[in-house]
């Protein structure tokens, strides 16, 4: 626990501190549910340079990282809503260091090999930042369909994400299954082109594979009192809400 607010603590000072050094401090949606912030270089605003965060609409630190000359640099760290470290990165060597299990989410991840052995070691696929930063990536109140806005009984949603052997999605779904509900829509995959996304495919005895990554929610979307906004109880009694920035 102390190490944790320890490692807070100074990642935060870093993004005060730099954000001094630095032309600009940019603060912006990355997602619906998310915002970014980082500095630019002075010569450069359009080029990253220093900390970068990412914080979720109820203000928790999800990402901790740093740019040099534009490119994402060094060893990241992802938190859980509870501020736990709960995967760690190192994009000089394109290393994952650690990979803990998200005990503070209502994401369900879950995966499948193509077409492939199961018998030997098995290394599941993985989205660098985990299912949770990974859900809210995508995740977006305009493009759920009416049906399911209208629905009072639980839908169960699901993104699945088609990765090949070099961890590229070669294509993404989202289906939506619940009572006279059975919806599928599809993501094109040129939106994973994007820095924001970086995928580790699954191995067997060490060998990549291809496989589908799934991130599962159960939602029940019922329209709130305020104009344009929503909360999606889940089975589990939690709350993900999608509300609205100034």
Same mark, same amino acid.
């Given at each position: 626990?102390?190490?944790k607010?320890?490692?807070?603590?100074?990642?935060?000072?870093?993004?005060?501190?730099?954000?001094?050094a630095?032309?600009?401090?940019?603060?912006?949606?990355?997602?619906?549910?998310?915002?970014?912030s980082?500095?630019?270089?002075?010569?450069?605003?359009?080029?990253?340079?220093?900390?970068?965060?990412?914080?979720?609409?109820?203000?928790?630190?999800?990402?901790?990282?740093?740019?040099?000359?534009?490119?994402k640099?060094?060893?990241?760290?992802?938190?859980?809503?509870?501020?736990?470290?709960?995967?760690?990165?190192?994009?000089?060597?394109?290393?994952?260091?650690? /990979?803990?299990?998200?005990?503070?989410?209502?994401?369900?991840?879950?995966?499948?090999?193509?077409?492939?052995n199961?018998?030997?070691?098995?290394?599941?696929?993985?989205?660098?930042?985990?299912?949770?930063?990974?859900?809210?990536?995508?995740?977006?109140?305009?493009?759920?369909?009416?049906?399911?806005?209208?629905?009072?009984?639980?839908?169960?949603m699901?993104? /699945?994400?088609?990765?090949?052997?070099?961890?590229?999605?070669?294509?993404?779904?989202?289906t %939506?299954?619940?009572?006279g509900?059975d919806?599928?829509?599809?993501?094109?995959?040129?939106?994973?082109?994007?820095?924001?996304?970086t995928?580790?495919?699954?191995?067997?005895?060490?060998?990549?594979?291809?496989s589908?990554l799934?991130?599962?929610?159960?939602?029940?979307?019922?329209?709130?009192?305020?104009?344009?906004?929503?909360?999606?109880?889940?089975?589990?009694g939690?709350?993900?809400?999608q509300?609205? %920035?100034?």
């Amino acid at each position: 626990m102390l190490y944790k607010k320890c490692l807070l603590a100074v990642c935060l000072a870093i993004v005060v501190c730099q954000s001094f050094a630095q032309a600009k401090t940019v603060k912006k949606m990355l997602s619906p549910s998310l915002v970014e912030s980082y500095t630019v270089l002075k010569s450069n605003k359009y080029v990253k340079e220093g900390s970068y965060m990412v914080t979720d609409a109820d203000n928790h630190v999800l990402v901790l990282g740093h740019y040099k000359n534009g490119k994402k640099d060094s060893i990241w760290n992802f938190m859980d809503a509870a501020g736990n470290v709960i995967q760690q990165y190192n994009y000089t060597d394109s290393a994952l260091l650690l /990979n803990n299990p998200d005990n503070n989410t209502i994401v369900q991840a879950d995966y499948k090999l193509t077409d492939v052995n199961n018998s030997g070691k098995i290394d599941a696929p993985a989205q660098v930042g985990g299912a949770n930063y990974g859900f809210y990536l995508l995740y977006d109140l305009k493009s759920v369909p009416p049906q399911v806005l209208n629905q009072t009984a639980v839908v169960k949603m699901t993104y /699945n994400f088609d990765i090949d052997k070099s961890g590229k999605v070669k294509g993404c779904t989202v289906t %939506y299954k619940g009572a006279g509900i059975d919806l599928t829509e599809a993501i094109p995959a040129k939106k994973f082109m994007d820095e924001a996304y970086t995928f580790l495919p699954a191995r067997v005895d060490g060998q990549p594979v291809e496989s589908n990554l799934l991130y599962t929610v159960d939602v029940n979307i019922s329209k709130s009192r305020l104009p344009k906004q929503y909360t999606s109880p889940t089975s589990d009694g939690a709350k993900m809400s999608q509300g609205i %920035y100034h």
